[in-house]
């Protein structure tokens, strides 16, 4: 028995004036799962996830997160339902503190963050999750270094902390290794594997060793449609896919 | 940190005990400094620490004033002199913020801008209000066995207001809440996508901004016994604009260094020469120019303070 998905999108279109970015994109993400997006540039991958999260308002379509509907809803309802993400562009708060940085992100659920009067300090709860965060993208040692100071693979994974630091059940990554040296990839794939197993993960990749190594289901979008989806071994398999590539290429 | 404590205490008790030493002059002079220090204090939370440049805030000031000076002429107690006004000003930071906050930047400043200059067209032409002339002969709060119309027991209570009110904005920057202003002025799509309803940290910040130039402006009215359509001018902000970078932007100490620097400037050139503007002109440039980080932030550079 396959459990219901946690995210179901169903016939999803969004058109900038003559141009499909979305073209009718169907997709469920089973729960626990990590699911990849791929595709060619230009296919609708980031598209996808500023509709999913409310940057975009879609054209037409339905996207239902968690049993609920939460198509069109402003960014931040959305995130407080528990959809979080990364930027494809490095998206922090540069002059802030890496630990505030997490703190901002772990308290953005609401709880403590109304108080006029309060003390930063005396939210334990924000900043102890602040600090496991840290530790899950290795960035423990840096917490009091400015975001904006740190190394441009040091800001990815801060990137991906800050999109974790929420306790999201369904975190959005795009494209966490845009830009890295190959080093900083691997390190970032084997952060990416290390995080917990009930936080499901969906990704826009273009490395594909990292998909291979992390992706258990590959969905491949193409000129904003659905091409294929299955196992990445599958995908892989499907000559449409290489078209697809190579024709882009 | 205990020595900062010091420092602030004793410059309390100095401003305090400044009546004691001074002429009438320099002691109108210091009073000045310190309405217009919590004033320009009250944009820099909202400059300064939630990024929204406001060229509106002289309608608080304004309603602050105005709705004293009504309400003094009544009764002079607590309620007219402090509630009321702060209260109203308050209300119209809702009403003004609510419209507002839905633009940012330079659409921003022209929608505050447009606000602060419909209240002026009002207040310049109902007659209730006094019209151009504005309201005239507003006693001082009479209260809680105060009686400001006694210069001393008004320089108190004044230092005892302006420092509270100074460290309610304090205790506000370091909140939690003022970090997320922080987190709104530094990336605030960023902060949405994170879950924040930036729109009501946005609005909570300008109605505590509004609601302290509310109180600024009804101390003011009753420094001076008056108050006319000129407060709401957009001058009044400009003023406090220019106070807040002289001073340093999101320093909030930096106001009323800025406060004091450019008052006194004002009133020392302006005892040589009429074209003072021409010269503070020019001193501002000056200062944007070299010390962009304003006087606080020259001083950290040299001195090495710390915020």
């Known amino acids: 028995m396959t459990p219901p998905p946690l995210l179901a999108i169903t016939a999803l279109t969004r058109t900038f004036g003559a141009l499909s970015a979305l073209a009718g994109v169907s997709l469920s993400v089973t729960p626990r799962t990590r699911h990849a997006i791929i595709g060619p540039n230009g296919a609708g991958k980031t598209t996808l996830f500023n509709v999913i999260t409310g940057q975009l308002a879609p054209s037409s379509g339905r996207i239902v997160f968690d049993g609920l509907p939460v198509t069109g809803l402003p960014p931040h309802t959305v995130a407080r339902r528990g959809i979080s993400r990364s930027f494809q562009r490095t998206n922090l708060f540069p002059k802030l503190s890496v630990l505030e940085n997490l703190r901002l992100a772990a308290g953005a659920d609401g709880r403590g963050s109304w108080s006029v009067f309060g003390r930063v300090d005396r939210l334990r709860a924000p900043l102890e999750r602040a600090a496991e965060t840290a530790d899950a993208v290795g960035l423990e040692a840096r917490l009091a270094m400015p975001a904006g100071a740190l190394s441009y693979g040091e800001q990815r994974q801060l990137e991906v902390g800050v999109a974790l630091a929420t306790r999201p059940k369904l975190l959005l990554l795009d494209e966490p290794t845009a830009g890295m040296s190959p080093e900083e990839t691997q390190r970032m794939t084997r952060m990416l594997e290390g995080l917990p197993r009930e936080v499901t993960l969906l990704i826009i990749e273009h490395d594909m060793d990292v998909v291979g190594s992390l992706a258990e289901r590959v969905t491949v979008l193409h000129y904003g449609e659905v091409l294929t989806e299955g196992t990445f071994d599958h995908v892989k398999q499907d000559p449409r896919v290489y078209e697809v590539y190579l024709g882009s290429a | ?307």
């Not at chain 2, 633009?103 to 019209?131: K, N």
């Not at chain 2, 879950?195 to 609601?211: E, P, Q």
């Open chain 2, 1 to 307: 940190m205990i020595a900062r404590g010091v420092v602030i205490a004793a410059l309390i008790v100095g401003v305090a005990v400044f009546p004691a030493f001074a002429g009438k002059y320099p002691v109108k002079l210091l009073q000045e400094i310190l309405i217009w220090g919590i004033f320009a204090m009250s944009l820099d939370l909202l400059m300064g620490y939630a990024g929204m440049v406001s060229l509106g805030h002289s309608a608080f000031f304004g309603v602050g004033g105005y709705v004293a000076a009504l309400a003094l002429l009544k009764s002079p107690g607590v309620v007219s002199g402090l509630l009321l006004p702060a209260a109203a000003a308050a209300l119209a930071a809702l009403v003004i913020g609510f419209f507002s906050i839905r633009v940012s930047g330079v659409y921003f400043i022209m929608l505050t801008l447009a606000f602060s200059q419909m209240f002026y067209a009002v207040t310049f032409q109902v007659a209730w209000l006094g019209a151009e002339d504005g309201i005239v002969g507003v006693p001082r709060l009479a209260a809680l066995g105060l009686d400001t119309a006694q210069p001393l027991q008004f320089h108190f209570s004044l230092v005892a207001l302006v420092a509270v009110g100074a460290l309610v904005l304090w205790r506000i920057v370091r909140s939690p809440f003022g970090h997320v202003l922080r987190g709104i002025h530094e990336n605030e799509p960023r902060m949405e996508a994170l879950g924040y309803a930036v729109n009501r940290y946005k609005l909570l910040a300008f109605v505590i901004a509004g609601t302290v130039a509310g109180v600024a402006g009804s101390l003011y009215t009753q420094l001076v016994g008056s108050i006319t359509p000129d407060a709401f001018l957009w001058t009044t902000s400009g003023e406090a604009l220019l106070m807040v970078i002289i001073g340093g932007t999101s320093t909030l100490a930096g106001s009323m260094l800025g406060a004091a620097a450019f008052i006194l400037l004002q009133s020392l050139v302006s005892s040589y020469t009429e074209r003072w503007m021409l010269i503070l002109g020019l001193t501002f440039i000056l200062l944007v120019l070299f010390a962009p980080g304003g006087v606080v932030g020259a001083l950290r550079g040299r001195v090495g303070i710390r915020s």
